[in-house]
């Protein structure tokens, strides 16, 4: 079955230090990958994308994101964590090539930064 | 500046009452989508449509239904046979094809 897993629930990380979060999936194919954000009550932003090509991706507010086919994983990362990047992590994946198909999405991880 | 506008933000249900949350985006996109957002259960797809006139059942699409007779809008509504109706509601709207969802702000729903 297809499916999305994101190991950890809660991380807390101390400002400054780095930051990994982990992705992992079942798929049958190659699929599309994606690592979404979401503040309190809000929802969801787009951090980053994984398509084809470079298997290290960049995303918006100094993340980035490596694709490795050989542990079906998607790991986001980021080198120095401020305090506004406390919130909830969503990993998502969706097939190649297929119209209008939904996204499947992990359950999320909920990162704190302390001081 | 485009974008998905939800409403409302909160919505309250009474016992044996249907309610319906609006999803309206200008963003061109050919599909939507609705998601339900538990804590802890991250985000289950309930409906989404492809086209106009057209719409799939996601994995929790029990107690649940829509409509899309305009490209830009595609209410949902939470009806009486939907028995656990509280939580966050998400829509989303994409380009053809898997690409990235933009999201709205969400609704929040809770029983009276």
């Known amino acids: 079955a297809q499916s999305v897993t994101q190991p950890d629930i809660h991380i807390t990380v101390s400002e400054g230090a780095s930051l990994e979060l982990r992705c992992n999936y079942s798929?049958?194919?190659?699929?599309?990958l994606f690592w979404y954000v979401q503040s309190p009550g809000q929802g969801l932003q787009l951090l980053l994308k994984?398509?084809?090509?470079?298997?290290l991706v960049q995303g918006i507010k100094g993340f980035e994101a490596e694709f490795k086919r050989s542990q079906s994983s998607f790991n986001l990362r980021k080198p120095s964590v401020h305090w506004s990047d406390a919130a909830e992590y969503f990993c998502?994946?969706?097939?190649?090539?297929?119209?209008?198909?939904?996204?499947?999405f992990g359950k999320g991880t909920t990162l704190s930064v302390s001081s | 500046d485009g974008g998905i506008t939800q409403s409302p933000k909160y919505l309250f249900r009474k016992e044996g009452q249907n309610v319906t949350l609006s999803c309206e985006q200008n963003?061109?996109?050919?599909?939507m989508y609705w998601y339900r957002q538990d804590p802890g259960q991250g985000l289950r797809l309930i409906y989404y449509?492809?086209?106009?006139?057209?719409?799939q059942k996601g994995d929790i699409a029990e107690g649940y239904s829509v409509s899309r007779e305009k490209k830009e809008s595609f209410p949902l509504t939470v009806t009486s046979a939907q028995k656990n109706p509280t939580a966050f509601y998400l829509c989303?709207?994409?380009?053809?094809?898997?690409?990235?969802?933009?999201f709205g702000d969400g609704t929040r729903l809770s029983i009276l």
């Open positions: 989303a709207s994409s380009y053809k094809g898997v690409q990235p969802q933009h």
């Open positions: 798929y049958g194919a190659t699929p599309y």
């Open positions: 994984y398509f084809s090509g470079d298997t």
């Open positions: 998502a994946v969706g097939p190649q090539g297929q119209a209008g198909t939904a996204l499947i």
């Open positions: 963003l061109n996109h050919d599909a």
């Open positions: 449509s492809q086209i106009v006139n057209d719409f």
